[in-house]
């Protein structure tokens, strides 16, 4: 079974610059996650995608960042402008999707973020 | 609100020694409770969840609510273990996760 892919791996811009990272999640998974992990911290839930439609996005920083998920498969997340503290790995996990509970979560390899 | 604390950044052990990674929860609904691990190199991945019940490659985790803690325990540490692992907290009918900070586990010959 093909695991979450995601690119690119690495990604080093200067401050204001725009980023946008992709996720393939694992096929027939409905619900799609974003997280940034800070290093040293554990992963926070940016945005939470059920299918096509936004379940969760109270901790994205909607003034930079923006997500889509065209067609309930792929997904991109966009950071514009970027500003030093977004520095982080940005993690894509993809979940079955069941009602009423939490799932087990698969996570892709990341992409880590450096702002200069 | 939901909240995880892991207490300790760091944890060192000696191969063959006992090994308990703490974990405690805030939380007011019923929770559910993860350990993720990720291994040098390796993806996050999920090491065990508290509905199993079950033991993953000779670790377990306890829920006790009354305590809100949910502790990772493994009776003689591998080498193999040394990771870093994440506790993870779900809400009642969400699968939203919040994470703790983690703990890295270092097993010594």
Redesign the interface.
Known sequence: EAGVAQSPRYKIIEKRQSVAFWCNPISGHATLYWYQQILGQGPKLLIQFQNNGVVDDSQLPKDRFSAERLKGVDSTLKIQPAKLEDSAVYLCASSLGAQGKADTQYFGPGTRLTVL | AQR?TQPE?LLSVFKGAPVELKCNYSYSGSP?L?WYVQYSRQ????LL?HISRESIKGFTADLNKGETSFHLKKPFAQEEDSAMY?C?L??Q??????????TRLTINP
């Open positions: 995880v950044k559910e993860f993806r996050l991945q999920l969840r994440y993870a779900g809400g009918g969400a699968q939203k996760l919040v994470f703790g900070q983690g």
